[in-house]
């Protein structure tokens, strides 16, 4: 989807559904830098609960996480964006909202397989993921490794981000607290 759209859906559910909160992944272009940048070091976490997505919000702010996690933690993406305050800044490529990808109801009903090589394959609707698993003061932590899912009947592998995304959604399942974990 493209950001307006993005924009617009998690201003809606702010005006709707105050205390709901989506995520996103923002990836921005290659040109919108001066150095090259692999993927995940061009893309953003960002949460609808930003001012920026607030109705009637005194400040305007949209803060972002780096997925390859060496920089840029926090930042203030709209300072930034072209799309936001910045013409000549930093351009979307593609958004997309995590709990809105392929086969997230699924993962409720997730199988979980270990794998012979120590990693941990997730089993969830028509989609793979392979991680490597650890614990960190009680939470389970999932260290990503590669994604799969079946298009026309056959396995595609998924883009790193989107491994992320799933990883970052099978922890929350994982970690949730009525303490059901598997």
């Known amino acids: ?23 996103a992944h923002i990836i921005f272009t290659e040109d919108s830098f001066t150095t090259q940048y692999p993927l995940l070091s061009r893309t953003y976490c960002v949460s609808s609960d930003n001012k920026a997505f607030w109705p009637n919000m005194g400040g305007y702010s949209i803060f972002g996480y780096c997925l390859d996690k060496t920089s840029d933690q926090g930042v ?12 000549g800044g930093w351009k979307v490529e593609d958004c997309y909202i995590l709990e809105q990808m392929r086969d997230t109801a699924a993962i409720s009903n997730l ?6 090589d120590g990693t941990v394959c997730y089993f969830f609707g028509d989609t793979c993921i392979r991680v490597r698993e650890s614990e960190d003061n009680g939470k389970i932590r999932l260290e990503l490794v590669s994604g799969d899912q079946t298009a026309c009947g ?29």
Not at 111 to 116: I, K, L, N, P, V
């Open 1 to 23: 989807m493209d950001y307006a759209e993005l924009k617009q859906i998690f201003r809606e559910l702010k005006r709707t559904s105050p205390r709901d909160d989506l995520t």
């Open 76 to 87: 203030r993406l709209d300072y930034y964006m072209a799309e936001e305050r910045d013409p």
């Open 111 to 116: 199988t979980r397989m270990e794998q012979d």
């Open 154 to 182: 056959e396995w595609v592998e998924l883009s790193i981000d989107r491994v992320y995304g799933y990883c970052t959604l099978l922890e929350r399942h994982l970690n949730r607290k009525d303490g059901n974990q598997k």
